[in-house]
């Protein structure tokens, strides 16, 4: 049959195909954001012969902008499943700690209405950025067509008519576009995978969406909508890196890995374990890369850096070489550049992200952590660390064994000490739980004292920081582990900034344990105050008396506020009560929270490290002076690597 028109091109294709081609045979119309959620459910990844749906649904609060366009494509299309939450910031940590905890293989859509809800979103996008963590942030935006504005919760700008709030998310977006035209999203969107897959390049990605344009429809070709597969690949670094990075460790004899959270994302444990096992190199971790090794291997000498052990900041003074695995070098990690203090040390990165591996004039090994292990070893099948450095380790490890004991064992009255409760819920844990934290002087102590047993299984969120994570985080991280216990470690601050997910964990039957230690204020900040040489003013919840705050502690009742939210609450005082507390709560089938009283200045001390904080050069107090003084001499261990 001769093609002449496009319908008789139609006819064929139906005719052997058994297809109903429609209007157009190769596409379809739908709305802007009805392609979104085609087009999202139908991706896919695979690593490692696993295959899985990159994302398993969508966070949202509805508005004006975007109710009547995403909205409605998700209403229409249950498959992408829509999840209602309180607060737009949380929702994005929700998808971030999903991401985290899967080891960033998943993710979760946000979508929000314009302005507020749309910035609301911002703080969760850095976080994200700066964890790199992939989350897909759908924020409305105003008209493309203007004619109407200026529109509800418009930004106006006189010079500009391009600018809208949506412009906030460009630096802390790995990825960021606005969808003017329908169009656009067949290129946009395909850009948003590559990014959000990118183990080098991932982060917040955002596409802010216009409010018409969201339910403007288009031709959208079938490719588009058809299943996609994204692979990710384990990179090999360039071989000849490798052979120098080999010699460099071949000649070290004090060489030290410090373990971030790339050795996580990579799922690289078991080639490190192995190893370090093989080469008797000891093994130190990032706040991200804790749990990379179980807390009981040989060669594990557990935190570096500003919330390090004595035996991770010691030999990392002294290390000839540093290989570093997945690593930012934070400054909590690298003490402010004052731990490596070695004239002689040099480094070696191995990291999927060229930015990070060139990081310390390293020799970088730009490449997947477990091939690159994995290469490295076969290498140095006959390299072994030194016996007497091998002996070092041994003693550093059952010092710092010790040190904890005694630590946590410091038996007070109530209140009782923080380390103390860290240790009763540690105990209380299955290696399969996943504890969650954020903010405040928690991460420090857990840090150090946490006895991580699996992968994951510490789940800090300590790139941003981010009072508030914790409970929102806590509820990502059970989305993405249903049959897991999660645990979230919160303080008072925390739980007041960001507590209302609280609901959404009951309304979606997402169990959360939550650990809430109320020592009524700021503990981390008071004493970084004190340590500055002031009084920690505005660090303590109290009653104003006059000019400060020094009247009786607020009486902010969490179990009460907890329970209002409709979770299962209890308080506990005592070790004892601390520990049959936590196991009603575990027993509980919603979402449960243990309020415990915890002393405000019994603190865990820090070891053989420091962090660099300014203070003020001149002041009237003699504290702050002298606060100063030692400060300016800290500040000149702070080393340059070029
Ligand atoms: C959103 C946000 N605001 C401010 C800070 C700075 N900050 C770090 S810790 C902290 C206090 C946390 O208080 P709390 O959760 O009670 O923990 P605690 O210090 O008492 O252990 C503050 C204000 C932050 N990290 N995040
Ligand atoms: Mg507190």
Redesign the pocket.
Same mark, same amino acid.
């Given at each position: 049959m001769p093609v002449a028109t496009r319908q008789d091109f139609f006819d064929i294709v139906e005719a052997f195909t058994g297809l109903d081609c429609g209007e157009t045979p190769m596409t379809k119309r739908l709305t802007t954001a009805q392609a979104i959620v085609a087009f999202l459910k139908n991706q896919y990844v695979e690593r490692d012969g696993r295959e899985h749906r990159f994302f398993e649904g969508c966070l949202g609060i509805f508005g004006h902008g975007n109710v009547a366009g995403i909205g409605q494509a998700l209403e229409q299309d249950p498959g992408l499943r829509y999840y209602l939450f309180r607060n737009e910031q949380a929702m994005v940590h929700a998808a971030a700690a999903f991401a985290k905890s899967t080891f960033r293989m998943k993710t979760l859509a946000c979508t929000s209405s314009i302005g507020p809800g749309a910035t609301n979103m911002v703080?969760g996008a850095a976080m994200a950025t700066i964890n790199r963590l992939p989350v897909l942030l759908l924020p409305g935006d105003t008209f493309a067509r203007r004619n109407v504005a200026p529109v509800l919760q418009q930004l106006e700008s006189p010079s500009a008519q391009d600018v809208s709030v949506n412009d906030c998310f460009k630096p802390v977006s790995r990825y960021w576009d606005r969808i003017q035209r329908p169009e656009q999203l067949l290129t946009s969107l395909p850009e948003a995978m590559r990014v959000l897959t990118s183990q080098g390049d991932t982060g917040a990605v955002t596409l802010a969406l216009p409010q018409d344009v969201q339910v403007e429809a288009f031709d959208v070709p079938h490719e588009f909508l058809s299943k996609r597969l994204w692979r990710i690949p384990r990179n090999r670094c360039d071989g000849s890196a490798l052979g120098r990075a080999t010699e460099l460790i071949r000649k070290a004899q004090r060489p030290l890995i410090i373990a971030g959270g790339g050795v996580l994302y990579s799922e690289a444990s078991d080639a490190l374990a192995e190893f370090v096992k093989a080469t008797g190199i000891p093994v130190c971790e990032t706040q991200a890369g804790k749990g990379s090794l179980p807390f009981d291997h040989p060669q594990q000498l557990g935190a570096i850096g500003v919330t390090g052990t004595p035996g991770a900041n010691i030999l990392a003074r002294e290390a000839d070489l540093i290989i570093g695995i997945g690593t930012r070098y934070s400054d909590f990690t690298t003490a402010s550049k004052t731990a490596f203090q070695n004239p002689a040390v040099r480094f070696v990165n191995i990291n999927v992200c060229e930015f990070d591996a060139f990081k310390h004039t390293a020799v970088a090994l730009v490449g997947d952590a477990r091939v690159t292990i994995d290469e490295l070893h076969a290498a140095l099948y006959d390299y072994r660390v030194g016996k007497s450095y091998v002996a070092e380790i041994a003693e550093f490890r059952s010092l710092w064994a010790m040190e904890v004991g005694r630590i946590c064992n410091v038996r007070q009255d109530p209140p009782i000490s923080?380390a103390e409760v860290i240790d009763i819920v540690n105990g209380a844990t299955q290696p399969s739980d996943i504890m969650v934290c954020?903010?405040?002087?928690?991460p420090g102590d857990l840090h150090k004292l946490w006895r991580a047993c699996k992968p994951g299984g510490y789940h800090m969120e300590y790139g941003?920081? !981010?009072?508030?994570y914790e409970i929102a985080g806590g509820l990502g991280v059970k989305m993405a582990h249903p049959d897991r216990e999660v645990y979230v470690l919160?303080?008072?601050?925390?739980?007041?900034?960001m507590a209302q997910e609280i609901v959404t964990s009951i309304q979606e039957g997402y169990k959360l344990n939550i650990v809430l230690?109320?020592?009524?204020?700021?503990?981390?900040?008071?004493?970084l105050s004190q340590a500055c040489g002031n009084d920690g003013m505005g660090?303590e919840y109290r009653y104003r008396t006059a000019d400060a705050y020094d009247g009786n502690t607020l009486p902010v009742d969490f179990a009460a506020n907890a329970a209002s939210l409709g979770a299962w609450t209890t308080r506990a005082h005592t070790a004892e009560e601390i520990k049959a507390a936590l196991c009603e709560a575990r027993e509980q089938k919603r979402t449960a929270v243990v309020v415990i009283e !915890?002393a405000?200045d019994k603190r865990v001390p820090g070891f053989e490290s420091w962090w660099d904080v300014p203070i003020a050069e001149v002041s009237e107090r003699e504290s702050v002076r002298a606060a100063r003084k030692k400060y300016e001499e800290a500040r000149k261990k702070e080393r340059y690597f070029g």
């Open positions: 703080t923080q954020a903010a405040g002087s928690m941003y920081s !981010t009072m508030g919160v303080g008072d601050g925390s739980y007041l900034m230690l109320d020592n009524h204020g700021f503990s981390s900040i008071g004493g660090t !915890t405000f």
